[in-house]
C-alpha cells in the first residue's frame, strides 16, 4: 500500500501491454522450492536465536505469511532478512506500535483513511484487496488540514493504517475464496490516480508521500503486488524522476502507467464488478466511500468495523494493548543472531 510507487524501469508513457498478470505464487506458502525452504527454515531459526521470534508463543505479526514477505524483500537471503526483520522489530518497539494501535481513537483513525489510500472493500482475480488513492482529493481543505496534524501524530496515523492493512483486511482476503488458496494473501493491488492533479499539488505532498513510502518499504516489506498508475498528466515524466530514488528496484517493477483509458489493461487485473466506475468496471464507488464489501466478505464480517481491528481464527476482533507481563516475556529487538 506504499504511497505513490513509480519505476526507473517502467515507461514514464501509458502502458502498451494489454494484460497485467502478476505472480503472486513464487516464493509464498504452498509454492516454496526446496531451497526457498530451507532458507526460510533457516530465517526462522536465525530470528529464534535472536530472540525475536518464539515459533511456541509467537507475536500475532510473526505468521508465516508476514515472515516471508521479509525473506522473499530480501531474496531468500537469510541473513539479510534478519536484519531488516531486526530493525522493523526494534522500530515497532521504539514507536510502541501494538499499544498505539490497540489504543488509537476510532473517530481519529476513521478521519485518517481520508489521507491515504483506501480499501474499496473488492479484490482482484487473484483475490489481492484492490486499493485506490486519488491525489487530488487531498487537495484544498483537506490538504491543509493534513498539514495543520504535527509530525508525529502523521506518522502514527500512517502506523495504524498499515496495521489494519496486515492483521485485518490482508488476512479478511486470506480467510475469503480465492483462486491461489490455500496460499495467503500478503500483498495488495493499487490504483492510484492522478486525475485533476495539478504539479504544485504534488509537490507539496512531496514529503508525505516519501515518508508514507519509507515506512512501508522498512517495516512491511513486500505489501505490493502491482500498481496501476492511471490518468497520468503530461508532467508525468517530471514526478516520475523525483520520486523514483524512494523505492527498491523489486517495488519499481511492479508499476504499470496506464494512462487515461485504463479499464482494457485492469480488466485483466479485476473483475468489472470489482472495478470501480471511474477506471472502467461497474462498481458504483469513488474515493469518498466506504468500502463496498462483496457478497463473500458480507458473509464473514457483515461491514466493516470502524477503527483499529483485526481478523482472528475468523471472526472480527479488536486489537490489544500488551500487557506488563507480555511484555517482560517478548523477545528483544536487540538480539543477536
Not at 500478503?186 to 515506512?215: F, G, K, M, N, Y
Request: net charge neutral.
Amino acid at each position: 500500500m506504499s504511497m505513490f510507487s513509480l519505476s526507473t524501469d517502467a515507461q514514464a508513457q501509458p502502458f502498451k501491454g494489454e494484460k497485467i498478470d502478476p505472480d503472486v505464487t513464487s516464493g509464498h506458502l504452498s509454492h516454496l522450492t526446496p531451497d526457498q525452504q530451507s532458507a526460510f527454515a533457516a530465517f526462522k531459526d536465525i530470528i529464534a536465536k535472536a530472540q525475536l521470534y518464539s515459533p511456541q508463543r509467537p507475536h500475532p505479526v510473526h505468521d508465516e505469511p508476514s515472515l516471508l514477505r521479509f525473506l522473499r524483500a530480501r531474496r531468500f537471503d537469510p541473513q539479510k532478512a534478519y536484519k531488516q526483520f531486526a530493525d522493523a522489530e526494534a522500530w515497532r518497539k521504539k514507536h510502541n506500535v501494538d499499544a498505539l494501535y490497540a489504543t488509537f481513537p476510532v473517530d481519529e483513525f476513521e478521519r485518517a483513511r481520508r489521507f491515504y489510500p483506501r480499501w474499496t472493500g473488492r479484490r482482484d482475480k487473484n483475490g489481492l484487496p484492490v486499493y485506490v488513492y486519488r491525489i487530488a482529493s487531498l487537495s484544498g481543505p483537506l490538504q491543509k488540514e493534513l498539514n495543520s496534524v504535527p509530525p508525529e501524530r502523521r506518522y502514527q496515523r500512517i502506523v495504524a493504517l498499515y496495521e489494519t492493512m496486515t492483521r485485518f483486511v490482508l488476512r479478511l482476503c486470506t480467510h475469503l475464496p480465492h483462486r491461489t488458496a490455500p496460499t495467503p494473501i500478503s500483498s495488495v493491488t493499487t490504483i492510484i490516480d492522478l486525475d485533476r492533479c495539478t504539479l504544485p499539488t504534488l509537490w507539496s505532498l512531496r514529503s508525505h508521500l516519501q515518508e508514507a513510502s519509507a515506512l512501508a518499504t522498512a517495516n512491511y516489506p513486500e505489501t505490493l503486488s502491482t500498481i496501476a498508475v492511471v490518468n497520468s498528466p503530461s508532467f508525468f515524466p517530471t514526478v516520475w524522476n523525483w520520486i523514483k530514488p524512494w523505492f527498491d528496484e523489486g517495488t519499481r517493477r511492479k508499476v504499470h502507467v496506464l494512462g487515461k483509458d485504463p479499464g482494457p489493461t485492469l480488466r485483466t487485473l479485476i473483475d468489472p464488478k470489482d472495478l470501480p466506475k471511474p477506471y472502467g468496471g461497474d462498481l458504483d464507488w469513488t474515493y469518498e466511500d466506504e468500502p463496498a464489501l462483496d457478497d463473500a466478505a458480507k458473509s464473514a464480517i457483515g461491514e466493516m468495523p470502524k477503527g483499529p481491528a483485526i481478523f482472528e481464527d475468523g471472526e472480527v476482533r479488536r486489537p490489544t494493548a500488551p500487557s506488563d507481563s507480555d511484555a517482560t516475556a517478548a523477545p528483544s529487538a536487540a538480539g543477536n543472531p
